[in-house]
Every structure is written in structure tokens, then in C-alpha cells.
């Protein structure tokens, strides 16, 4: 079966529900898969990438930590929208993970690349 | 190929239209479809059915243009990737 | 064209399950094959056969099952999603003790790599959210 180009496109703050953690954990399985996955933070999203986490603190899983597990798993291809940044006062050096800023022009042609995209 | 967006929620609407090109698809389903009642500057298209059950038929502008699902379908045979916003 | 459909928004607290089914079944009505249907996150409550529909409201589960036995398709259940979620079929039961299965027979339990399968097996790949 020939590797496909799949986009995760997450714009779901943290904790809000159980989606973040799940869409990540779905993303570290289409890594083991061997699939071109690729991660776009956008819109509440970001908050994700925030450091400095406890998950424990309202028992449950911390997503800082579940996202640093991506480039564990080859997914290297990581993205946060430079708008949504912006829009929040975050700066790369606040996040636990090392993005890419993209603007909108180059969230468009990331979405062009696409095979699938899986929302959060 | 040209993109197919779905959005199923006003408040994506945004989010969508800012990266969408000019060539893609916009197809507002469930409460997306309220965010035709509003101008918005790019063709747009509507589920016929979540228009019909929120009552909205005379409050989307004619630039909206009304599908089925039958159509739905088709749309999704001539776009890839197929991006959901909700 | 072969189609991969995912699910993500509960019954009753969206409409996610209800438009992915007419979907589904405008996909075949033109001739499509789909791949699988996988359920995730609160979507996974559509597995749950206890659910009574109020009467105007047909019970989508039922309408699932008769598609996907006529045109050979896996309704698929995220086992981690699922779980934790109160949606168990017999062997989970057992496994953890709990005083009831609910999971309608249509439905089955994999894992995320089905869905990834699904994805990498399918000419389009379309998700229903919450």
C-alpha cells in the first residue's frame, strides 16, 4: 500500500475535550503506519503547543507530552499557524515543541499536498 | 486537484475562508449553513437539507448554491483533499 | 472510487452520524465502494444498541447496520475511544468486569491503525466532526 500525504489540521484547545489527546494519538498511528504525516496547529490549536503543562493537575493526560512523542515517531513535518499564533501572544520560544510558523498562503499550498486531511 | 472544505459550524467559517483558494469548494452542512444568511465575499455552496430543517430557504442569497447529497457526492469525486471545519 | 469515512460527533449532541449515513448511502447509490466507516471520539456512542430514538427520530444505528450488511462494509469502533466512553462489546465486558455489553452486533472494535488503513487504502478520505 503506497505511503499517502495525510494532514492533521488541529485547531481544539487542550482540555476542552478529549479530542487533542485523541487526534495525537491518531496522528503517532499514521507515523507507525509509515504514512507522510504532516501536523498544522490553527485556532485554539495552538494552545497545544503551549509549554509548561500538567495534565495531572485535573487528572488527565498532559498533550504537551503526547505531542512531543511525534517527531518520536518520524513525524517531523510540524506547523503552527503564524496568525493564530499571533492572535494568542505566543512566541516559539513558549512552545514545547519545535514549529513551523506558516501564514495563510502557506497553509493553502500545505492543504494542496494533501491526500487526507483528519480534523480534531 | 482543487480542494473540497466542509464546514459544519459558523464560527469555522473563518478559519476556512482564510486559507481556501480561489479554485476550491466551500460546502456549508448542519449549522454551517447559517453562515450563508451573512454576506460573505466567495462563492458558497449549501446542503439542501440542513437549509430546509433550520428554515433558512429564503434567507440564503441566490449566489448560494443549493446541492443534495447526490451532488455532495459528486463534489467529493472531483476534490482532494476533503478539509472538515467544525 | 474506493471512499473512507470517518465519524466524529455523538448522536443526539451533533449531527455528524446522521449526515455521514446519508452520505454514505448517496456514495453507494452512485456506484462507490466504501472502505470502512470509523467512529471516534463521542462518535463512538452510535455503536451503543440501548439507545431508544424518540418516536419522530429514527434511530440512525439500525440504518447503519442494514447498509453496511448490503454492501459489505466494517462499521468500525476505536477501541481506546470506545472503552472509556461505556461502549463495550462481550469480550471487554468480561475482560473488565463490567455488568453489561451494549455494543450493537453491526458494529466492531479496532484499533487507530484500521482508520489508517482505511485512509491509506481509499481514493478519498472524508470526516463528519463534532
Redesign the interface.
Given at each position: 500500500m503506497d505511503a499517502k500525504h495525510i494532514l492533521y489540521l488541529l485547531r481544539k484547545s487542550p482540555y476542552s475535550s478529549s479530542n487533542a489527546v485523541e487526534a495525537l494519538d491518531s496522528a503517532l498511528v499514521a507515523g507507525v503506519f509509515e504514512q507522510n504525516v504532516s501536523v498544522l496547529f490553527k485556532d485554539d490549536g495552538v494552545w497545544q503547543l503551549l509549554d509548561g503543562q500538567r495534565g495531572a493537575a485535573i487528572e488527565r493526560r498532559t498533550v504537551g507530552n503526547v505531542m512531543q512523542a511525534l517527531p518520536q515517531y518520524d513525524i517531523e513535518q510540524l506547523f503552527a499557524c503564524e496568525v493564530s499564533l499571533n492572535e494568542r501572544g505566543l512566541q516559539l520560544e513558549d512552545l514545547a515543541l519545535t514549529v513551523k510558523p506558516l501564514s495563510l498562503e502557506e497553509q493553502r499550498k500545505l492543504i494542496t499536498r494533501q491526500d487526507a486531511v483528519v480534523n480534531d | 486537484m482543487a480542494?473540497l472544505h466542509?464546514v459544519?459550524s459558523q464560527t469555522?467559517l473563518q478559519?476556512c475562508l482564510?486559507?481556501?483558494?480561489d479554485d476550491d469548494s466551500v460546502l456549508l452542512?448542519?449549522d454551517g449553513v447559517y453562515g450563508a444568511t451573512t454576506d460573505v465575499a466567495r462563492a458558497l455552496l449549501v446542503?439542501a437539507?440542513?437549509v430546509e430543517a433550520r428554515g433558512l430557504k429564503d434567507r440564503i442569497p441566490s449566489t448560494a448554491e443549493s446541492i443534495d447529497?447526490?451532488q455532495?457526492?459528486?463534489l467529493?469525486?472531483t476534490h482532494?483533499?476533503?478539509?472538515?471545519?467544525? | 472510487m474506493k471512499f473512507a469515512i470517518s465519524v466524529h460527533g455523538a448522536p443526539f449532541s451533533s449531527s455528524a452520524a446522521h449526515s455521514a449515513y446519508r452520505f454514505a448511502e448517496a456514495t453507494l447509490d452512485a456506484g462507490h465502494k466504501i472502505a470502512r466507516v470509523f467512529f471516534y471520539h463521542d462518535a463512538v456512542r452510535t455503536g451503543d444498541s440501548l439507545s431508544v430514538a424518540p418516536q419522530e427520530e429514527n434511530t440512525v444505528i439500525d440504518r447503519w447496520a442494514e447498509l453496511s450488511e448490503k454492501h459489505e462494509f466494517e462499521l468500525a469502533v476505536c477501541i481506546a475511544a470506545s472503552l472509556k466512553r461505556g461502549v463495550i462489546n462481550d469480550e471487554a465486558r468480561d475482560r473488565y468486569e463490567k455488568p453489561a455489553a451494549n455494543l450493537h452486533p453491526a458494529f466492531t472494535i479496532v484499533g487507530l491503525g484500521q482508520l489508517i488503513d482505511a485512509i491509506a487504502g481509499a481514493d478519498r478520505f472524508i470526516s463528519f466532526g463534532a
Open positions: - | 480542494t466542509l459544519n469555522a478559519s482564510d486559507v481556501a483558494a452542512i448542519e446542503l437539507p440542513d447529497y447526490d455532495f457526492v459528486a467529493v469525486e482532494k483533499p476533503i478539509v472538515t471545519w467544525c | -
